[in-house]
């Protein structure tokens, strides 16, 4: 069976600090790993994604997460937070074979803070 | 611009009265998905659509239906709708291509309140 804990519902940090949300994840079988953003009363939008290769993998916005197999992690950095990172972010993984459902984790809420 | 396009954004009903939410899509993906995210919690699968074939998952309650007559179009149906179903419905689609590596396109989802 497959899982995501995020841990810590909220996140708080001050314009131009580095942004850390974390992600670790339960999987019987090698993962797919996701970060997607909600803003407020949007859909998700996926911010990056990890399948197979380099296990640094860059996204949108100036973020990136690295896959890290020993950890079973996949947290998610920007070196520096702008006012509009303020949203919800979900990891969430999925199988690389078999049934194409994501499982997300329950989400962290990001605040900036001017 | 190709995408997920959900309608209305916003749907009021009353308590047993059915409701229908759209999902429209012009990515010509084969795969549709419904989720429910409620309050501060993560999306829910509920069921999806490869081509026409119907997946439903397992703890998906009866209430909810869905249809898809073509490619482009999917609904959600709720039929007799309780004050726990109040909740932002999200409709993603995928493409066979790329479903082995789960990559989903989310419309802007429906905000659903029960009166």
């Known amino acids: 069976a497959q899982s995501v804990t995020q841990l810590g519902s909220h996140v708080s940090v001050s314009e131009g600090a580095l942004v850390l949300l974390r992600c670790n994840y339960s999987?019987?079988?090698?993962?797919?790993l996701f970060w997607y953003v909600q803003y407020p009363n949007q859909g998700l939008q996926l911010l990056l994604k990890?399948?197979?290769?380099?296990?640094l993998v860059k996204g949108i916005n100036g973020f990136e997460a690295e896959f890290k197999k020993s950890e079973t992690s996949f947290h998610l950095t920007k070196p520096s937070a702008h006012m509009s990172d303020a949203a919800e972010y979900f990891c969430a993984v999925s199988l690389q074979t078999g049934a194409n459902n994501l499982f997300f984790g329950t989400g962290t809420r990001l605040t900036v803070i001017p | 611009d190709a995408m997920v396009i959900q309608n209305p954004r916003y749907q009021v009903t009353q308590f047993g009265k059915p409701v229908t939410l759209s999902c429209s899509q012009t990515?010509?993906?084969?795969?549709m998905y419904w989720y429910q995210q409620k309050s501060s919690q993560a999306p829910k699968l509920l069921f999806h659509y490869y081509d026409k074939d119907f997946n439903n998952e397992a703890d998906t309650p009866d209430n909810f239906q869905s249809r898809r007559p073509n490619t482009s179009f999917c609904f959600l149906d709720i039929r007799s709708p309780g004050l726990g179903d109040a909740a932002m419905y999200l409709c993603?689609?995928?493409?066979?291509?790329?479903?082995?590596?789960?990559?989903?396109?989310f419309g802007a989802g429906t905000r659903l309140s029960v009166l």
């Open positions: 999987s019987s079988v090698p993962p797919y």
């Open positions: 990515l010509n993906h084969n795969v």
């Open positions: 993603a689609t995928s493409t066979a291509g790329q479903i082995a590596k789960n990559i989903q396109y």
């Open positions: 990890y399948t197979t290769g380099a296990t």
